[in-house]
RNA sequence: GGGGCAAUAGCUCAGCUGGAUAGAGCAUCGGAUUUCUAAUCCGAGGGUCGGGGGUUCAAGUCCCUCUUGCCCUACCA
């Protein structure tokens, strides 16, 4: 059930081997190590981790022992080691003796006591403080992007992920409420990919059933041509409205129920005005993914399994899962307190399929098709029980199938309400629009862009409100706890200040105009002219950045975006602070490089975890 | 009826799976700009972590119970 979890144990276990051997620090001068040594302190964390269980093992503590790191309170230190504690209650010792007798070995250890200094405080706590001249070594080593990624690709490497995130409906526009799957699934599949997983993105649209009826006889009586093709979903939206007002006439109830048996028996006529719906629809869908920048690799949606359901049913049935019960299919699950009564339904007492029959269609096309190791799906949390039921009986069918199960995770979250704490809605009462929305901020974004800066041309201000604009929505979506409700408000998610995207956009952007004033012999060779971190700011700022790595893994761990979000906005702080009490353009060469170097830093640490969420930087604002 | 999720500063939210004096942002108040983008920074006030029990060196975090709210609970997706 939390395939994300067990990967990093095994990541941590390898660590912990090769912790014993790989110890050559090759101390070049001034606090420099060459990089190969660098590697191996990526992650921090973890091997202190590592150096912290040698240590035990050496002082005799038994192999129960674990180090929990932790980020320390700064007063104290950047990481804390707690395992004394619960060691020595478990074993009836004096947990600061425990923790005396690991701060010996610990000390012993020239390279670690290199790096870092060591201390030990309250009833067993252990801490580590860096030294600037391991900072800047660190700092040193891991220069961009790239570098970071190839230190964090071994954590899903040679997996495959379909992720199956967005799903709208077709022949509709997308609202508020479908923000959040398309959102933190792009984000999920850049994180994914960032760390060396091979991923498939997916839109399971619903593109089959039953409104397509009341649609057809609306579209064959009442289309207007030109504002289809103007804005094919609003128009489509209007026909299936239109189709389902004139329904409450019995007559025209029976012409669309026709429609709709002969679009289910797929005659030729049906199939094709399917066809124009169905490409119109994906069509204005991809404008908003495009403004997003999303891409999908396949628009895998229902109808695609409407001949795969047949399988499913066969497969269930033969191996026994699936049982008849007031004249529908389903299955149950004895061994679950709630779904030993709580059916899943797969096939209606009319016959016809449902979303738990593609659902368990969709499972299969991806192991077979995909060879996927792991599917995540994204959607609400109201599906919960579905999903859950959905994971148990395919376990069970692929077993019994001699099938090999993939990773599955359902990535849920809540809902968006209104400043009343109620679901949120337009005056009229309908959803808001997605479109809406963006351009609404948009608008704003430009406003404001305006008034602070006047001097940039007009098509620059509308590029850099398009981007803030669009972004800041992403972000106030993306720095929420997934699994929560959170409260809509225009002003929060147009403010300028706080945890926002344009906050984040204008450190990134601050740093590039320093950038802009000097020549490129003054930015080159920063890591040889640049001495160790002195300022507390310095110190604090190097710090941050080389926490990036830590908050990556537990993002991606518990696929929660905002994670890394409340991290980047503590990383922008602390650059925003460094930035007003350290003056970067100085005469003395070597503090000048040095506080190059964190500017430096830092924007490749910003540019890497915005990426990570779909959000681009701005040279300037 | 059964189950799930939530309740943390005036407001909106974090709190890394039990660790040191519970943190941010907004709002309020007070400072900082001859200075690299002030869309910024520094500081202050503001808390019975819904109530009550329990577990232990240590509980916002775990167990029980109560209150309140949202959601799920057989043929929607």
Avoid at 89 to 118: G, M
Avoid at 232 to 252: I, M, Q, T, W
Wanted: hydrophobic share 40%; glycine share 6%; net charge neutral.
């Amino acid at each position: 059930m939390r395939p994300w979890k067990t990967r990093v144990n095994a990541d941590r276990f390898q660590l912990q081997l090769s912790g014993k051997i790989l110890f050559e620090a090759c101390s070049l001068g001034r606090g420099r190590f060459c990089s190969r040594s660098m590697q191996d302190w990526f992650d921090v964390a973890k091997k202190i981790d590592s150096l912290v269980l040698e240590a035990a093992a050496s002082a005799g503590l038994e192999n129960s022992f674990s180090s929990e790191i932790r980020p320390a309170d700064p007063r104290f230190g950047d990481l804390q080691a707690n395992g004394a504690l619960p060691y020595a209650k478990r074993n009836k010792n004096n947990p600061r003796q425990i923790a005396q007798s690991l701060v010996e070995k610990l000390e012993a250890n020239p390279n670690l006591t290199e790096h870092a200094d060591i201390s030990i405080a309250g009833p067993g706590f252990i801490n580590f403080k860096f030294k600037p001249s391991f900072q800047l070594a660190w700092l040193s080593a891991f220069r961009d992007r790239e570098s970071f990624k190839s230190a964090a690709k071994a954590l899903h490497a040679g997996e495959k992920v379909v992720v199956d995130y967005g799903s709208p409906n077709t022949a509709k526009q997308m609202h508020v409420g479908h923000i959040r799957s398309i959102v933190i699934g792009e984000a999920i599949c850049r994180l994914l990919e960032f760390c060396g997983a091979e991923v498939v993105r997916d839109n399971h649209i619903g593109d089959w059933g039953t409104p397509y009826g009341k649609l057809f006889y609306a579209y064959k009586r009442h289309l207007d041509a030109k504002a289809l093709e103007r804005d094919p979903l609003e128009e489509l939206e209007r026909l299936y409205k239109l189709g389902s007002k004139l329904a409450d006439d019995a007559a025209v109830l029976e012409e669309c129920r026709q429609e709709l048996v002969d679009l289910q028996a797929g005659k030729p006529e049906s199939m094709a005005l399917w066809e124009t719906v169905n490409k119109l629809s994906i069509q204005g869908l991809e404008t908003i993914y495009k403004e997003l920048d999303v891409h999908y690799d396949c628009y895998l949606g229902e109808s695609f399994y409407r001949d795969k359901v047949e399988q499913v049913y066969q497969e269930l049935k033969d191996n026994g899962l699936s049982e008849e019960s007031k004249g529908a299919v389903v299955v149950f699950h004895p061994e679950h307190p709630r779904f030993k009564e709580q059916p899943f339904i797969i096939r209606k007492s009319d016959g016809a399929s449902n979303y738990a029959t593609t659902d368990l269609a969709t499972m299969l096309y991806r192991n077979e098709h995909f060879k996927a190791t792991s599917i995540v799906i994204v959607t609400d949390d109201r599906q919960k029980d579905h999903f859950e039921q959905l994971d148990l009986t395919t376990k069970k069918w692929f077993e019994k199938t001699r099938r090999q199960m993939p990773k599955f995770s359902h990535v849920m979250f809540g809902k968006i309400n209104g400043e009343d704490g109620k679901v949120i809605k337009s005056r009229s009462g309908d959803p808001i629009r997605l479109r809406q929305l963006i351009d609404e901020a948009v608008e704003r974004a430009a406003k404001i862009v305006r008034e602070k800066n006047a001097t940039l041309p007009e098509d620059e201000i509308k590029h850099i409100a398009e981007v803030i604009g669009v972004n800041a929505i992403k972000y106030a979506d993306l720095s929420q706890n997934r699994t929560s409700d959170y409260i809509f408000t225009w002003e929060k998610l147009l403010s300028f200040e706080g945890n926002t995207a344009p906050y984040l956009l204008y450190a990134a952007a601050r740093i590039q105009s320093i950038f802009r004033k000097l020549d490129t012999d003054q930015l080159a060779d920063l890591e040889s002219k640049a001495t160790p971190f002195e300022t507390p700011e310095e110190i604090a700022l190097a710090n941050k950045i080389i926490a990036f790595v830590g908050v990556l893994q537990s993002t991606i761990e518990q696929l929660r975006p905002h994670l890394l979000c409340t991290y980047l906005f503590e990383l922008a702080g602390a650059y925003s602070s460094f930035y007003s009490a350290n003056k970067v353009i100085v005469s003395e060469s070597d503090v000048q490089a040095r506080r190059l170097l964190l500017c430096q830093r830092t924007l490749v640490a910003l540019q890497s975890g915005l990426g990570l969420l779909g959000i681009p930087t701005l040279q300037r604002m």
